[in-house]
């Protein structure tokens, strides 16, 4: 008879039956020899077919008990790794999030680097034309100073000839 087997509890269950039945067919032979055999040795032979049953239920109880423990390891082990997988998908997905977060960012960041760089020329040719406009204005002021000084000078010229031919005494301004 092959113990192991795909299902350790009917195999337990078949055992258990088959020694029973060897313990039921002992019994009778037990009895049907009882006259040829001496009591003292059915008696003993009894006591050892007991004690092998007990044995048997024994070792029976304790394989069972190891199978529940073990299908009991197995079911915990199963949860573990249904966590884990959990855990495992999780993690991915956030480093798949945290992923594109970074490209993102880093768009963002060409985008802003660009923007600065533009602005930043914008700044220098804003500075180069405010310094060829204060170099203008200063020339126009210098200019206008100048045309200012060139019409007083000319206007007391102007007037002063005029004077002179109308006989008229020096306005002064």
């Known amino acids: 008879m092959n113990i192991i ?6 195999t337990a269950l078949i055992f258990l039956y088959e020694l029973k039945n060897y313990y039921s067919t002992f019994t009778v032979n037990l009895t049907l020899n009882r006259n040829t055999i001496n009591v003292f040795q059915a008696e003993r032979a009894r006591k050892n077919a007991e004690n092998e049953l007990h044995d048997t239920t024994v070792r029976l109880s304790e394989v069972t008990i190891q199978i529940t423990a073990l299908t ?15 855990d495992l998908d999780d993690a ?39 310094k060829q406009l204060e170099i203008e204005i200063r020339e126009i002021t210098i200019r206008l100073e100048e045309a200012e000084a060139f019409a007083m000078r000319e206007g007391k010229r102007q ?5 002179a031919r109308v006989g008229v005494q020096k306005v002064t301004f």
Do not use: F, T
């Open 72 to 86: 009991n390891d197995k079911r915990r082990m199963e949860a573990d790794i249904a966590a884990m997988q959990s």
């Open 159 to 163: 007037i002063a000839k005029l004077q």
């Open 5 to 10: 087997s795909h299902n350790p509890n009917r």
């Open 92 to 130: 991915l997905n956030g480093r798949g999030a945290a992923e594109e977060r970074a490209d993102r960012l880093q768009a963002e960041v060409a985008r802003l680097a660009e923007e600065l760089r533009q602005e930043q020329e914008n700044y220098k040719n804003a500075d180069s034309l405010r």
